[in-house]
């Protein structure tokens, strides 16, 4: 039992001492009688030795009882487990139907024993209260306040979806929807939700006013066995493939179906993934389903998709020189086989026959000295592959000199690579750059980290920091020449690979060794691999061959990026038409639900396919309990600026207070006929 008003009551109490000062005033009344022989004598104060004392205790009593009970209804008397008295209350209602309110939960799931004590909560409103309801995550439609009627029928007929439950967001909608109303009556936001810590990020933003209640109802265990597949593009320049694994890292089975063929892929266990590429011929859209035999928690997240356009092989011939030994080597191995080893499998991870299918669209053929004397002059009329990759030893064969000059003719590329061979003065200035004499050590970190418009472009922030890291610990010393740029630069501002138009063609340089004499980085494979690939892909001018639809996840809002020759039309999906802007660009994509969707124009034109898979962050179903999600929630109370009354102590329990006010009225009424019943004043 508690008060929410202590200061009324205790004025109230203060008021018990009127009606004992009345019985101690007035005590019994005495009757006097008259003497005529006494009139015309002068009248004699008389004083009593006797104490003033109650003469009437339950009188005094009932009187105290009525002003006690008047104090304890002006004084807001609380009393635990008895129920609220109906009142009006702005009240939002934040609920959860996120892909994880799918998971089991005993003989039911989340979202059943959630949707239940929802439907049960608002039957207990109010009539005359006002009642939003936000989900998390959002479908679209802007929430609105309506009558509890009104939100029960809405309530009841919600489902959980696939997307992300996004709770920071969903408490900044409440928070905004609660702000709209005025404060002349309680307000109150009730969260139903399994709580996945997943659900959390971001929360630490959210400022809640302390005057509002806060109300959670958990469902679901704190931790369930599930996992899910999930399906992961590999950007790295023309890489082509795509990573499907298991979300917790674990190895299993998988059934791979495409073209109404199924094959079993193996995920190692350790590995945590298996890689395939996007082969097949070019420019066809094809669909891969992924299924998991797994019986767990969630069904849906056993089942991920992939689609993509089918990409062909691209050659790229790799200067491999025999019978020469650099300047400082030892004679124990040959550095440039060594260079020419570690880029063939930088741009072919997985050779034939090793997966399922190659990881990559390079296929690097070998260009030795026996291949120049036997073939030059057929490779010399022959087009031949756009890229030529030369790590320099020393001087190159005329031979060679010839094959290049007819790569750039017909528009080609060609990479350099430095290295101990390197002699800057047989090299000149093929690479549009003046190299100096000697080495010089790399800075530490080695590489700048801007890649905005540079060679790391398409990378994310923290995998070009980690570009920027590489192991390197040897370069020339190098000037530009001509119109030479550079693409990526030492942390120093040296060039650290460099473009440079000639003719028709272009030519590259890499401002250090492609082995392990200068440094590890070829030899670290989440390194020189994506480096390898961007670099080729820049090489070739080859934009179009990008991720132009990588999976996406359900309820997830995402730009589409079709290309500048759709522009000015519309796109249809998920029931509506979406303009294509003059870059080529789709904003607002939302698909609700995984699967493969063909993407076509306003007319029906076909124009790809896109995968929608389930969040893989639903599928981890690692929640908090009940009080520490409390705790987590009441810690963004905001500590200045609000009201200091709250509202909600005062309705819980507020019958009593309502009782005691009842009685004093009801007292007061009767006393006066107690008073004369019983001959008092």
């Given at each position: ?434 190299i100096g004499a000697g080495k010089q050590p790399c800075p530490s970190p080695a590489l700048d980290e801007a890649g905005d418009d540079g060679l790391w472009a398409p990378l994310d922030p923290a995998s070009q920091l980690q570009m920027a890291r590489a192991p390197l610990r040897l370069r020339h010393a190098l000037t530009l020449a001509g119109d030479t740029t550079a693409l990526v630069s030492y942390a120093d501002g040296v060039p650290f690979v460099t473009e440079h138009h000639q003719g028709k063609g272009r030519v590259y340089f890499v401002n250090t060794s492609a082995d392990r004499s200068w440094g590890d980085w070829a030899a670290s494979a989440p390194l020189f691999i994506p480096a390898m690939h961007l670099l080729a892909a820049r090489a070739l001018d080859d934009g179009t061959l990008r991720f132009d639809h990588e999976p996406v996840l359900a309820g997830e809002v995402f730009p589409l990026k079709l290309g500048a020759s759709y522009a000015g039309r519309s796109l249809k999906a998920h029931g509506k038409l979406l303009p294509v802007n003059s870059d080529g660009l789709v904003s607002g994509v939302r698909f609700d639900r995984p699967g ?86």
């Amino acid at each position: 039992m508690s008060l929410a008003n202590i200061f009324l009551f205790a004025a109230g109490a203060a008021a018990l001492a009127f009606p004992l000062w009345i019985h101690l005033r007035l005590g019994r009344v005495k009757k006097r009688a008259v003497v005529s022989s006494l009139r015309l004598m002068r009248a004699a104060p008389q004083t009593s030795r006797r104490p003033r004392r109650i003469v009437d205790l339950p009188l005094l009593l009932l009187r105290a009882l009525i002003f006690l009970l008047f104090a304890l209804a002006f004084g807001r008397l609380l009393i635990p487990g008895m129920p609220a008295a109906a009142s009006r209350k702005y009240e939002v209602f934040v609920v959860d139907v996120s892909g994880s309110m799918q998971a089991k939960s005993g003989d039911s799931t989340c979202w059943n024993l959630a949707h239940e004590k929802l439907l049960q909560s608002l039957q207990k409103l109010n009539a005359s209260s006002r009642v939003a309801v936000v989900l998390s995550p959002s479908d679209g439609t802007t929430p609105e306040w309506k009558s509890p009627a009104q939100a029960l029928e809405q309530v009841k007929a919600l489902t959980p979806g696939y997307g992300a439950n996004r709770l920071s967001i969903a408490l900044r909608d409440a928070k905004r929807l609660l702000g709209e109303m005025p404060d002349d009556h309680p307000k109150a936001i009730h969260l139903f939700s399994d709580f996945q810590q997943s659900a959390f990020s971001g929360i630490d933003e959210v400022g809640v006013p302390a005057g509002i209640e806060m109300d959670l109802v958990k469902v679901g265990e704190v931790h369930s066995a599930n996992r899910g597949v999930a399906v992961t593009p590999a950007k790295a320049g023309l890489s082509s493939q795509s990573v499907y694994s298991f979300n917790d890292g674990s190895g299993g089975k998988l059934s791979l179906v495409q073209d109404g063929k199924s094959t079993e892929l193996t995920v190692a266990s350790g590995e945590g993934a298996a890689r395939m590429s996007h082969a097949g011929k070019n420019d066809q859209w094809l669909a891969r389903t992924l299924e998991s035999k797994d019986d767990d928690a969630i069904a849906i997240d056993n089942t991920a998709y992939d689609a993509f356009r089918g990409q062909e092989p691209i050659p790229v011939w790799l200067w491999e020189p025999q019978g020469e030994l650099p300047p400082d080597s030892d004679g124990a191995s040959h550095v440039y086989e060594q260079a020419s080893y570690y880029i063939r499998r930088a741009l072919q991870p997985a050779e034939e026959g090793e997966e399922a299918s190659p990881v990559s669209r390079y296929r690097p053929k070998l260009l030795s000295s026996a291949d120049l004397a036997a073939g030059a002059k057929k490779m010399l009329a022959e087009k031949g592959p756009q890229l030529l990759i030369v790590p320099v030893t020393g001087k190159l064969p005329d031979a060679l000199g010839s094959v290049i000059g007819r790569v750039l003719e017909n528009g080609g590329a060609v990479i350099y690579f430095g290295g101990p061979g390197l002699d800057p003065v047989s090299f000149k200035a093929s690479a549009g750059v003046v190299i100096g004499a000697g080495k010089q050590p790399c800075p530490s970190p080695a590489l700048d980290e801007a890649g905005d418009d540079g060679l790391w472009a398409p990378l994310d922030p923290a995998s070009q920091l980690q570009m920027a890291r590489a192991p390197l610990r040897l370069r020339h010393a190098l000037t530009l020449a001509g119109d030479t740029t550079a693409l990526v630069s030492y942390a120093d501002g040296v060039p650290f690979v460099t473009e440079h138009h000639q003719g028709k063609g272009r030519v590259y340089f890499v401002n250090t060794s492609a082995d392990r004499s200068w440094g590890d980085w070829a030899a670290s494979a989440p390194l020189f691999i994506p480096a390898m690939h961007l670099l080729a892909a820049r090489a070739l001018d080859d934009g179009t061959l990008r991720f132009d639809h990588e999976p996406v996840l359900a309820g997830e809002v995402f730009p589409l990026k079709l290309g500048a020759s759709y522009a000015g039309r519309s796109l249809k999906a998920h029931g509506k038409l979406l303009p294509v802007n003059s870059d080529g660009l789709v904003s607002g994509v939302r698909f609700d639900r995984p699967g493969i969707e063909d993407l076509q124009l306003e007319d029906g034109t076909p124009i790809g396919r896109i995968a929608i898979n389930f969040p893989p962050s639903e599928s981890v179903l690692e929640s908090f309990s009940q009080p520490v999600a409390l705790q987590r929630l009441e810690s963004l109370r905001q500590q200045s600026g609000d009201p200091v009354v709250r509202w909600d102590r005062e309705e819980q329990g507020g019958t009593a207070w309502r009782i005691c006010l009842f009685l004093a009225a009801l007292l007061l009424v009767t006393e006066p006929v107690i008073a004369t019943y019983r001959g008092k004043p």
